[in-house]
């Protein structure tokens, strides 16, 4: 039998499609005629009215247009800039809380089923309210200075005069409604001891951004250490979440006096403080890191614990010169630690391997390279520290396979 001839889709055309699931993204999977369509601003079982922004050879984009048939998952979306020609940033709104929940869990197991070739079941564990939570802000001013964000798939700037997911702290509606140059790319964070800083940078060239307003070191406090955080430091977004992952990565990691526990994309030591009473000062926590502001203030960080080395580089490098370690801890970029590192990882034979990730689909590849390599997944565990969003993030440990 032929096979069944796909049709030609053209942006801008409109047709009526049923929603089948959610895909890896934020987008929902449509199927017209053969061809395949990620839409946003769907839910699945629905049927919708939608209209082409883009067509490929294996896959097209679309937005929904109308909602012929909704879901009674369906709901009002609290912000207004939160629609098709809105805010390309919370892409979850227009869903209720428990499902975007189930949602954020059938990623993860269509990624391990997909990727891992593992079948998993993880629940998406909520963290508080959807609004409200957000203590890092990256704005962007238009060329007329108002201060919004970019249009999803466009370079276009959305003026915005309040940002709902952002903290009190942040005071979002307060810097809207402020002038600013245009062109920007506006920086805003709030530390937990009641700081607040602003930088800018030109979103055209190579400059580097300049602290406007604020101290250019923030000060949070989390499980009773406080750590310093300069303006060009990474910090997690969500302002639960560095109590939350700490707490987990102590769990999952339960070091032992006298261990010595690698901190892999370290930062400016979020988990090194949470490990470093546990390995006592006859333990040792080596942590590498990238950056160099983080390196620069996780050596303030610790400088009254000589029993933690810090090293700035590239992880994949300088993991080579290591010749053991008891735990392992790693926080990777989006894209993930990737075979190399893995690989390292496994020649250390740690005991234990605590992996904390903010891509499903990143962890697991690397969760497959562990499995060659001859560990086991012993827990997952995933957080909604993303709301409104299609974003998850989760903490998985891994330790050798037993033989039997």
Same mark, same amino acid.
């Given at each position: 039998m032929a096979p069944t001839k796909k049709t030609t889709l053209a942006v801008g055309e409109?047709?009526?499609?049923?929603?089948?699931?959610?895909?890896?993204?934020?987008?929902?999977?449509?199927?017209?005629?053969?061809?395949?369509i990620f839409v946003r601003h769907a839910i699945p079982g629905e049927k919708c009215r939608i209209e082409i922004?883009?067509?490929?050879?294996?896959?097209?984009?679309?937005?929904?247009?109308?909602?012929?048939?909704?879901?009674?998952?369906?709901?009002?979306?609290?912000?207004?800039?939160?629609?098709?020609?809105?805010?390309?940033?919370?892409?979850f709104q227009h869903i209720s809380k428990q499902r975007q929940l189930h949602l954020k869990a059938d990623v993860i197991t269509e990624q391990f089923s997909r990727i891992a070739k593992m079948?998993?079941?993880?629940?998406?564990?909520? /963290?508080?309210?959807?609004?409200?939570?957000? *203590?890092?802000?990256?704005?962007?001013? #238009?060329?007329? @200075?108002?201060? $919004?964000?970019?249009?999803?798939?466009?370079?276009k700037i959305i003026p915005v005069s309040n940002c709902l997911v952002a903290t009190q702290e942040v005071g979002f509606q307060e810097l809207?409604?402020?002038?600013?140059?245009?062109?920007?790319?506006?920086?805003?964070?709030?530390?937990?001891?009641?700081?607040?800083?602003i930088s800018l940078v030109a979103t055209r060239g190579e400059t580097k951004s300049r602290l406007s307003e604020g101290p250019a070191v923030l000060h949070e406090e989390v499980l009773g250490k406080t750590l310093q955080v300069s303006s060009e430091s990474f910090w997690?977004?969500?302002?639960?979440?560095?109590?939350?992952?700490?707490? /987990?990565?102590?769990?999952?990691?339960?070091? *032992?006096?006298?261990?010595?526990?690698? #901190?892999?994309? @370290?930062?400016? $030591?979020?988990?090194?403080?949470?490990?470093?009473?546990?390995?006592?000062?006859?333990?040792?926590?080596?942590?590498?890191?990238?950056?160099?502001?983080?390196?620069?203030?996780?050596?303030?960080n610790f400088i009254n614990n000589p029993n933690v080395k810090i090293i700035t580089g590239d992880v994949a490098k300088h993991l080579p010169r290591i010749n053991s370690a008891h735990v392992v801890v790693l926080d990777p970029p989006?894209?993930?630690?990737?075979?190399?590192?893995?690989?390292?990882?496994?020649?250390?034979?740690?005991?234990?391997v605590v992996?904390?990730?903010?891509?499903?689909a990143a962890l697991a590849r690397d969760t497959r390279y562990f499995l060659d390599l001859g560990f086991s997944l012993i827990k997952l565990r995933a957080f909604d520290l993303f709301?409104?969003?299609?974003?998850?993030?989760?903490?998985?440990?891994f330790e050798p396979a037993k033989v039997s």
């Open positions: 409109s047709v009526d499609v049923e929603i089948e699931k959610v895909a890896h993204g934020g987008h929902f999977i449509a199927r017209f005629e053969g061809a395949v922004t883009s067509v490929g050879s294996s896959f097209n984009r679309a937005d929904v247009v109308e909602v012929l048939e909704s879901s009674s998952d369906r709901v009002s979306a609290p912000c207004q800039y939160s629609n098709r020609t809105g805010c390309g940033g919370c892409d079948d998993i079941q993880v629940e998406v564990e909520s /963290v508080g309210e959807s609004l409200g939570w957000r *203590s890092r802000i990256t704005s962007t001013t #238009d060329r007329n @200075g108002q201060l $919004g964000f970019i249009g999803a798939r466009s370079h809207g409604a402020r002038k600013w140059k245009g062109d920007m790319r506006v920086e805003i964070a709030a530390s937990n001891t009641g700081e607040r800083s997690q977004g969500h302002k639960s979440a560095p109590t939350i992952l700490s707490t /987990v990565v102590q769990e999952f990691a339960e070091v *032992s006096p006298g261990d010595h526990v690698l #901190d892999l994309y @370290g930062g400016v $030591g979020l988990f090194t403080a949470a490990l470093v009473d546990a390995v006592q000062e006859s333990g040792v926590i080596t942590l590498i890191e990238g950056s160099k502001s983080a390196t620069g203030d996780a050596t303030k989006r894209d993930g630690a990737g075979k190399l590192v893995v690989n390292e990882i496994a020649r250390l034979s740690p005991g234990k992996y904390v990730a903010c891509d499903p709301p409104m969003t299609h974003h998850i993030e989760c903490v998985a440990l």
